[in-house]
Nanobody, 121 residues
């Protein structure tokens, strides 16, 4: 069982910045992919950014140049630095990690509880 705990959401004005953090706990062997998804009211959940264990990144076109994803493997943590925020970035942001458990090498996929990001003046 891998649990993800998110923090850093909140209310910010357009053009402002927020940094989201997500830390994993459990008997983790490795985390292949760490990512952030978001879901706005009435919309489907969509990928925002993801990063692999090798450092490769993938961003939604809508956030390229504004958001930066990074990982701290020593802390099993993924970060999302969000700059130049726009009202359309308003959503619940969910952390996602996929990897393998420590003892039996069982694959896992876990979601965070979600953190609200609201961009409004």
């Amino acid at each position: 069982q891998v649990q993800l705990v998110e923090s850093g959401g909140g209310l910010v004005q357009p053009g402002g910045s927020l940094r989201l953090s997500c830390a994993a706990s459990g008997t983790i062997r490795s985390i292949n992919t760490m990512g952030w998804y978001r879901q706005a009211p009435g919309m489907q959940r969509e990928l925002v950014a993801e990063i692999t264990s090798g450092g490769s990144t993938n961003y939604a076109d809508s956030v390229k140049g504004r958001f930066t994803i990074s990982r701290d493997d020593a802390k099993n943590t993924v970060l999302l630095q969000m700059n130049t925020l726009k009202p359309e970035d308003t959503a619940v942001y969910y952390c996602n990690m996929r990897g393998r458990m420590r003892w039996y090498g069982t694959d896992f996929g876990s979601w965070g509880q979600g953190t609200q990001v609201t961009v409004s003046s």
